[in-house]
């Protein structure tokens, strides 16, 4: 999720000579937003408008609330406001109020760690895991606590049909690493109303690996997961198929079988660079060992046919019928069989079709947004919105059928120089239940964002 470029895109479209004008994504778009908003037409709510705090840009007619800021003091009295806010959930809860479930993607080396509770810890060495806020209908904070703690690198993660957040961990440090007493890399599950309901127990059997994000399909209960690998062997998209499908909190825990998927003759995704590139008859493989004991997953032995990689596979969501995941980029340089400036692929599971739906960049307008998509969803009102994790300045953005980009939002706080300016990711991006709010975190200085306004 944090992972910075090496080199901007004006710099790396100077050295190719590539143009610097057109749209900043191709793709067959009508499957992501059939009978929407952006299906009749809507494309964007105009030009950014300088915020005079300097804290967020937005269209006319929009506003933002600030919820929440590291550093401050958790409402419950157990400790300040972690750092490193990244992936989040919103929730409905009564009479109109909403739960937002937070990351908080915390390494070893933290400076402000999750507050250790009792009964919410897993592993006291590690300073990672969510905290929750719930709000009433005007986007009030009624309240702000630890959902879970001693986790490592929540990066993102993933809603449940029976409304939980799963939180993932983008490590695969064992214990006795960055001085943890526990092995990491695995999913949990939070309670976004209760979190003592769920606890800090790892659902193991999903996998122990760099995870990035889930999608639960709400019709068999398969959890979609991403790996976000961004070196050499990279990582996979797996599929777990529980014991207990779609048996509400804590059915999970009952174990499954974790799977890889296999695209016949394609071992890198990155190759493909033509959208609507379809696969059929696309395989799932069993993982060799889950809890990878010896050897990481993405190195294990699938067999002499191999198994499908891809750089930096990142954002992951359901619509429809099927899932959708991103690859944030790929770099040939890096190891990648092609190189790209981001991925959104569809997987079929009633027809096994895998489909590439856009390709970001390189032929794209450098001042406009479009470079290392990462969290994403689907606007209620019709759109994309997609959350830049690249270099420069970060943008919650979206994108339209026809294939047009639109800013939403631009980071306003600077935490470099005057001389050399740079601006912290955006991550987490979702909506109220109504559909009224986005909510939206900054990574750094972790600050988390209600925006309002004349939502189409």
């Not at 995941?325 to 991925?343: K, L, M, N, P």
């Amino acid at each position: 999720m944090s992972e910075r470029l090496s080199a901007t895109r004006r710099q790396v479209l100077a050295r190719t000579g590539a143009s610097v004008a057109g749209i900043a994504f191709t793709g067959a778009l009508s499957e992501l937003f059939a009978g929407t908003a952006a299906a009749r037409g809507h494309s964007g709510y105009g030009a950014l408008v300088p915020d005079p705090d300097g804290l967020l840009d937005l269209p006319r007619g929009f506003r933002y609330e600030v919820l929440s800021r590291e550093g401050d003091p958790l409402r419950s009295g157990e400790g300040t406001v972690p750092g490193n806010h990244d992936g989040m959930g919103a929730f409905a809860g009564r009479r109109g109020r909403v739960h937002l479930v937070r990351n908080h993607e915390n390494r070893a080396s933290a400076r402000l760690g999750v507050p250790t509770v009792r009964g919410l810890t897993y592993d006291p060495a590690a300073k990672g895991g969510c905290t929750a806020l719930e709000l009433d209908a005007r986007n009030r904070v009624l309240g702000e606590r630890v959902a879970i703690a001693g986790t490592a690198v929540n990066c993102s993660g993933g809603l449940t049909p029976w409304g939980t957040w799963l939180t993932c961990e983008e490590t695969e440090d064992k214990a006795g690493t960055n001085g943890y007493a526990k092995d990491h890399g695995f999913v949990f599950e939070v309670h976004p109303a209760d979190p003592l309901r769920t606890g800090a127990v790892p659902l193991t059997a999903m996998g122990r690996f760099q995870h990035e994000a889930v999608a639960v399909d709400p019709r068999s209960g398969i959890v979609y997961e991403t790996e976000d690998a961004f070196q050499r062997p990279f990582g996979l998209f797996y599929r777990f198929l529980p014991n207990r499908p779609l048996g509400g909190t804590g059915s999970l825990r009952a174990g499954g079988t974790l799977e890889a998927m296999r695209v016949p003759g394609v071992p890198d995704l990155s190759a493909i660079q033509e959208t609507g590139a379809a696969f059929e008859g696309v395989e799932w493989v069993p993982v060799p060992d889950s809890q990878a004991r010896q050897t990481p997953i993405r190195l294990q032995d699938f067999g002499p046919r191999g198994i499908t990689h891809a750089q930096k596979l990142e954002g992951c969501y359901w619509g429809g019928r099927s899932v959708y995941f991103v690859s944030s980029f790929a770099r040939s340089a890096e190891g990648s069989a092609a190189d790209h400036y981001g991925q959104v692929w569809k997987y079929e599971p009633h027809r096994r079709r895998l489909t590439l739906v856009v390709v970001f960049g390189p032929s794209s307008d450098v001042q406009l947004p479009g470079e290392s998509p990462d969290n994403i969803c689907l606007a209620p009102g019709g759109g994309l919105m997609v959350c830049e994790d690249g270099s420069g300045a970060q943008h919650v953005y979206g994108l339209t059928k026809r294939g047009e980009v639109y800013e939403m939002a631009r980071g306003a706080q600077n935490i470099g120089t005057p001389e050399e300016p740079e601006w912290g990711e955006f991550a987490g991006v979702s909506f109220s239940p109504d559909g009224g709010t986005m909510y939206v975190n900054c990574y750094a200085p972790g600050t988390t964002f209600a925006v309002t306004g004349p939502w189409r």
